[in-house]
């Protein structure tokens, strides 16, 4: 059970890394639907390549640490003790954003009914908190 956990999340940020990458190059595909905009439709703010490339970064990471804890990644600095802080903040930022801002983003954002804003209800806010889920399983067992 463990296995399928670590798993999935370590596919799970491959794949939104990946995305990012693509955005980050210049891709287009859905890229309206992964920022945040005001009820007139004006994005809340622009991301740049180098911001995009950051994220994949981050979540390149984050796979590298589940990889790690899970040990399907042998590292010489795996100490059990530091991966169990890393998969807590994860899961904890994870959380964080599934609850949002109470605004534009998150289980509670007022601003629902933008193209993110439907896609956020639906789909990210959701994952981001399976994903905190997943971190908090993995943790304990």
């Not at 979540?59 to 807590?88: D, M, Q, R, V, W």
């Not at 956020?120 to 399976?130: E, K, R």
């Amino acid at each position: 059970m463990y296995t399928f956990f670590a798993f999935t999340l370590i596919c799970t940020f491959l794949s939104i890394g990946v995305l990012h990458l693509y955005w980050a190059v210049g891709g287009k595909k859905w890229i309206s639907l992964a920022v945040p905009k005001t009820v007139t439709g004006q994005l809340l703010f622009k991301p740049g390549a180098a911001e995009t490339i950051i994220v994949a970064l981050g979540l390149f990471g984050f796979a590298g640490i589940i990889g790690t804890k899970a040990h399907f990644i042998g590292l010489p600095f795996g100490n059990e003790i530091y991966l169990s802080y890393a998969t807590a903040i994860i899961g904890f930022l994870f959380l964080i954003r599934s609850i949002g801002e109470f605004r534009y983003v998150g289980f509670f954002k007022k601003i629902k009914h933008t193209d993110f804003g439907t896609m956020d209800t639906l789909y990210y806010s959701p994952l981001c908190f399976i994903i905190a889920i997943m971190c908090l399983i993995i943790l304990v067992l």
